[in-house]
């Protein structure tokens, strides 16, 4: 089945997974993405160590989830034969697509008008840390970096007094990625409409703005509360079962559930109790509120409490963990994960967070590439024989 994407052709000279994470969501609905890697070391993302736990036998999870469905081609882009192969491939190119610092494409000599002179319609899309304008855009920037402690993520996620909050693995470049995705599409869009190719930028610093823009926006205000304050407003407050399970409710506009959700609990006589009586008494009177409320949910087990809830229209949902999530029957129904065979073993993919015609998972999910897996067929269809490809993976030009 064709995808979105179907017939377009990304050159990717990036690496770890704030673009390529991006551009694997293209991948998935059929863009041809060809990752651009140095021979003999590769992404450096493949032998990647952060003693987290994540790495797993001869299955690089990272490089499988952000590389899925991709080209590898290992070239050596220092050496004048390898940057002419490279610009061969960039002339089949719609897309050239990159998280290498300016000064170092121009070094290389792979900037804009670089590429341009040879393809004039390529769409030239260019991502880093803290975006390209001002005295701090030659930095380099990683999602730790970047995202989570220049771009507020940090400070907004650590309570008062704590610990800086660490950040979850990737969490800041596949935020970054969907703005990467975008910035392909869009650009693919406006030449689909008008023929002329778009230069994209954008950064980890920019997706953390965009990701705080509510935080951002509203302290404006005087009196907003932020730095991880806890919100003690009953209605909007998370309840812990005896069982230990914690129920999250969400009830922006409480009016049609408060005598529901007080007969579900079995606290009819709050219902006309004049310190709840509306939405700011309740919010004014919270302190009172939220024992009450917390005393009857803690008395029985989620179990309990789960098919009420069920029957109740207003918004709630119990905090899940990474393996509640993972075995979610939510999850499953929209194809938000599939597994995926990698050399005989079957692991769990997460599925782009968009469905197209009611299929969100890939179509024909195939494992990243080896590295310098695709080098041959890929030189050879820019004009290269089987014998000049050999004779530059000798001489470590190609990998």
């Known amino acids: 089945m064709a995808g979105m994407f179907e017939g377009v052709r990304i050159v990717e000279l990036a690496q ?33 160590k952060v003693g987290d736990g994540r790495e797993i036998g001869s299955v690089n999870l990272a490089m499988e989830q952000n590389n899925r469905n991709k080209k590898s081609l290992a070239l050596d882009l220092k050496s004048e034969e390898g940057r002419e192969a490279f610009l061969k491939v960039i002339e089949t190119a719609d897309v050239f697509l990159s998280s290498i610092r300016p000064q170092a494409l ?38 730790a970096s970047a995202f989570w402690a220049r771009g507020g993520a940090c400070y907004a996620f650590t309570r008062p007094g704590q610990q800086p909050t660490s950040p979850r693995p990737a969490f800041g470049d596949h935020s970054g990625g969907m703005a990467v995705a975008f910035g392909i599409a869009s650009a693919l869009f ?101 024992p009450l409320i917390q005393d009857r949910i803690g008395s029985q087990d989620y179990s309990h409490w789960k098919p009420l809830l069920d029957q109740f229209d207003g918004p709630w949902e119990v905090i899940q963990n990474i393996y509640d999530l993972s075995e979610d029957p939510q999850v499953l129904a929209n194809e938000m994960i599939f597994p995926m065979d990698v050399a005989g ?19 024909n999910a195939r494992p990243a590439p080896a590295l310098g897996e695709h080098s041959e067929a890929l030189l050879r269809e820019v004009g290269y024989s089987t014998e000049a490809v050999a004779d530059m993976r000798a001489r470590g030009i190609a990998g």
Request: proline share 7%.
């Open 190 to 290: 406006k030449r689909a409409m008008t023929g002329e190719p778009s230069v994209v930028e954008t950064s980890l610093l920019s997706t953390a703005v965009w990701m705080l823009s509510s935080d951002i926006t509203y302290s404006q205000m005087p009196h907003y509360k932020m730095h991880g304050a806890v919100t003690r407003v009953a209605l909007k407050y998370a309840y812990t079962t005896r069982d230990e399970r914690i129920i999250q409710f969400m009830l922006l506009d409480p009016r049609p559930h408060w005598a529901p959700l007080c007969r579900l609990l079995g606290l009819d006589e709050l219902i006309d109790d004049p310190r709840f009586a509306g939405e700011e008494e309740r919010i004014a009177n919270s302190d009172a509120l939220i």
């Open 345 to 363: 073993t079957s692991i769990t993919m997460v599925s782009g967070p968009t469905a197209f015609d009611g299929t969100a998972k890939p179509a």
């Open 106 to 143: 121009k070094k290389l000599r792979l900037d804009i008008d670089d590429l341009r002179a040879r393809n004039p319609r390529l769409i030239y899309v260019r991502c880093n840390g803290l975006g390209f304008k001002g005295a701090e855009s030659h930095k380099p920037g990683f999602d």
């Open 16 to 48: 770890y997974v704030f673009v390529p994470g991006g551009s694997v969501l293209l991948a998935d609905q059929g863009a041809e993405v060809i990752h651009i890697e140095p021979p003999g070391t590769g992404d450096p993302y493949r032998t990647l």
